[in-house]
């Protein structure tokens, strides 16, 4: 959680080249310390190729959006692993297509088990994905829209993409 964040933080920030940091299913929060906490680590290690944040259902929406400036200065980042958190707005899409505008080394994106519901910022992140110069494998919530699915699904068949492989969970 938070406490044990706070304690780690001041070790991770002494490996500078640090390439991997998984911290999938360890009571990170949306609210208090945490996501400032998070942003802080990110920004002191440029050479992240690898983020899971997977698995805190408390980090929201509100921590997604914390985390974004943060996570666009990792301009080494491959993987990007935000499966099983609190996402659950149009906002937290859109930051997600933001992302992807700003992050093009990114080859892995991972989003599944958000619920968006119907949302009618999905199309944003159509765009962003289909834009992505390098963006190999994405793993979406079902709850995105069929238009978006389809839209996306023949953006993957194309072979001249970098897309190659695309789910919805």
Aim: charged content about 20%.
């Amino acid at each position: 959680g938070e406490k044990g964040l706070e304690l780690l933080v001041p070790v991770i920030q002494q490996f500078g080249q640090l390439r991997v940091l998984a911290l999938s299913k360890c009571g990170l929060a949306g609210d208090g310390h945490s996501m400032p906490l998070l942003a802080s680590v990110f920004l002191c290690l440029p050479t992240l190729e690898d983020i899971n944040i997977s698995g805190n259902p408390d980090i929201s929406d509100k921590g997604l959006e914390q985390l974004a400036p943060a996570l666009e200065q990792c301009s080494q980042l491959k993987t990007l692993n935000l499966g099983y958190i609190g996402l659950m707005s149009c906002q937290s899409l859109l930051t997600i297509s933001h992302l992807l505008r700003q992050l093009s080394s990114l080859l892995n994106l991972n989003a599944n088990n958000a619920s968006f519901g119907d949302c009618e910022c999905d199309e944003a992140l159509c765009i962003a994905v289909k834009e992505h110069p390098s963006l190999a494998d994405i793993n979406l919530p079902y709850s995105i829209s069929e238009d978006v699915k389809g839209n996306l699904r023949r953006h993957a068949a194309d072979p001249t993409t970098a897309l190659k492989r695309l789910n919805f969970s």
